[in-house]
């Protein structure tokens, strides 16, 4: 059996560059052995609980951060209030904050205050997408599905922006709708380009495999929708977080292979994935 791996795959830039600041907090001694993040550090569980062991603390609210804590602010972003509140307790706050996510808070701050109804596509849900909202001064209104576009009412400015894992099919399509309930539509494609280019990758690999393996968090909104991309173009696909996960029954019949893996994917646990897969087909 012949294995393709997608090319580019694994950690994009902002997800690497939040990793070596933690894995360089939790050897200082400003931490005393410690940090605490607010939230997964990032959205793969087996290289979060590689991280615990390194001393990295995971809270689920910014409420338990202790008194004078080394805080590390993941990637996807943290609200204004939340810095606020770090602040007031004197935490000494690592921040790493996607650059690209960072642009997206920006960006939502000047639309609203040069008045524009901002529209921001992705999950409302989703830690990036809050972090977004809470750096604007006025509300913002978050739609991840046409049916919801459709429903906006009309107003006079309208500034649209996306979460940096959304597909560029979603968000054109969201402009399209928006087109029609406004006069003036600012348009701003904040879609992160390591998102684009490995959803092209995966749209190449599964057009030329007969199965296509999906390696990362099931909880990464980036890693599902490279799982969604690739069964889109009618490719035999799964999502996997580890090789326990694997069944070996779905590779009967397969000569050739693909292995794509989301932003939050180690490379380690690509490799991982990779030889469970040649093991397999060897027995």
């Known amino acids: 059996m012949k294995i393709t791996i997608a090319d580019p795959t694994g950690f994009c830039f902002g997800v690497q560059r939040a990793i070596n600041a933690l894995e360089v907090a939790l050897c200082s001694s400003e931490a005393q052995g410690s940090v605490m993040s607010i939230g997964m550090p990032i959205h793969n569980p087996q290289e979060v609980e590689r991280l615990k062991k390194l001393g990295l603390i995971v809270l689920d609210d910014a409420s338990k951060v202790l008194e004078g804590a080394t805080v590390f602010i993941r990637a996807h972003g943290e ?23 960072k642009r997206v808070q920006d960006k939502a701050r000047e639309l609203t205050e040069s008045g524009y ?32 576009a459709e429903k ?22 969201l402009v399209y709708i928006l087109q029609n309930k406004t006069n003036e539509l600012e348009i701003s494609n904040t879609i992160c380009q390591a998102t684009v280019e490995r959803q092209q990758a995966v749209k190449r690999l599964a057009d030329s495999v007969e199965g296509i393996i999906i390696v990362g968090g099931k909880n990464s909104a980036n890693t599902v929708k490279l799982y969604e991309i690739a069964k889109s173009r009618g490719t035999d696909a799964i999502l996997v977080e580890s090789s326990e996960e694997m069944d070996g029954r779905w590779l009967k019949g397969k000569s050739i292979i ?26």
């Open 152 to 173: 906006l009412l009309p107003r006079s400015k309208i500034g649209v922006i996306a979460q940096t894992t959304q597909r560029e099919e979603d968000f054109k399509q």
């Open 117 to 148: 109804s901002v529209i921001l596509l992705g999950d409302k849900n989703h830690p990036e997408v809050r972090s977004i909202v809470g750096h604007s001064i006025n509300n913002i209104e978050v739609v991840k599905t046409p049916d919801e």
């Open 79 to 101: 609200p204004r209030s939340v810095y606020e509140e770090l602040t007031s307790k004197n935490c000494r706050i690592i921040d790493a904050t996607c650059p690209f996510v």
């Open 258 to 283: 693909g292995v794509a893996a989301g932003a939050s994917t180690p490379e380690w646990l690509i490799e991982t994935i990779c030889k469970a897969v040649a093991k397999m087909t060897v027995g």
